[in-house]
């Protein structure tokens, strides 16, 4: 796995210091034609700031983050972002297979302490083994065949919920999604034993959601909230071939509100180990069951 060190990536540091200038500049109600004068530059400039298409140098964020009216310790934290150098990114020896919308996700989720997503259809990428990964893009339109090896790698290499750079995660998992026999019962197993062992780990939270609920907080579909150390939260919304990013904060803390109230309707983590290790007997019990038809 990456050192935390090799987790940081260009695009994504410049993205979230732009949701950050444009954040505060919006909460005191300045134009970027204001905030321009500070700078003595081109209203153009402040924009391509905000949407992070240049790199922010530490002095102009300083600058900005001082007329917005923020305090000194976020704003010497974001200026600390800004001053990073590092023009290298941990995923470049998978560039060739994630799409280009993808990337900035990948370099956010990378730099996030803590993370929640509600997937109806799946289990999240972070709790996958490669097993399970193989058997999911098996058919894909979106990945070639000969390019599955390579992804199932990307997914492997962004995981964090072991290692010295844990990400604090939190997921709600529809029952049915652990019951579709992605790759056959014995990679299915292996996929549900491997969700055990993450649930053991202190910084992962998971809950299953029972078909039973028959209406609560996710039918509106997948989510995922982002929280940064040194930077603003944000929620990520993914469609088949791009992405939505909610950086509104109130948008983002009423998505916070539904990741609360979905685990609480979902069942507790013990209810939900339980019913997951019920899976893993029956699947058990059913590969018994082969093997002696098989001898017969």
């Not at 010497?76 to 297979?97: H, K, M, N």
């Not at 939260?233 to 992405?243: D, K, V």
């Amino acid at each position: 796995m990456p050192e935390p060190d090799k987790r940081f990536d260009p695009s994504a540091l410049r993205f979230l210091i732009g949701h950050d200038l444009r954040v505060a500049r919006e909460r005191v109600s300045k134009t970027q034609v204001e905030a321009a004068r500070i700078l003595g530059c081109a209203q153009s400039r402040i924009n391509s700031l905000e949407t992070a298409k240049i790199q922010q140098q530490p002095d102009e964020v300083d600058k900005l983050l001082t007329f917005y009216g923020v305090g000194v310790a976020h704003r010497d934290r974001i200026t600390s972002l800004a001053a990073r150098a590092d023009q290298t990114t941990w995923w470049a020896p998978f560039r060739d297979v994630l799409p280009g919308w993808f990337k900035t996700f990948v370099g956010l989720e990378g730099l996030a302490t803590a993370a929640f997503t509600y997937e109806p259809q799946l289990l999240p990428g972070q709790l996958q083994t490669a097993d399970y990964a193989t058997a999911q893009l098996d058919g894909d339109l979106r990945v070639a065949p000969r390019d599955v090896p390579q992804v199932v790698r990307a997914r492997m290499a962004r995981q964090r919920l072991a290692g010295v750079d844990n990400l604090r995660f939190r997921a709600v998992i529809e029952e049915h999604v652990l019951e579709r026999m992605i790759g056959g019962p014995q990679v299915m197993r292996g996929q549900l034993e491997h969700l055990i062992e993450l649930m053991r780990l202190d910084n992962v939270e998971l809950h299953v959601m029972p078909t039973a609920v028959a209406v609560h907080d996710g039918l509106d579909g997948d989510f995922m909230l982002l929280d940064f150390c040194q930077a603003q939260s944000i929620g990520y919304i993914e469609y088949p071939s791009g992405a939505l990013y909610v950086q509104e904060e109130d948008l983002v803390e009423e998505y916070r509100m539904v990741a609360d109230r979905l685990c609480r309707t979902a069942l507790s983590t013990a209810d939900s180990a339980d019913f997951i290790q019920s899976r893993i007997e029956i699947l058990a019990a059913q590969e018994d069951q082969g093997a002696a038809g098989e001898q017969q």
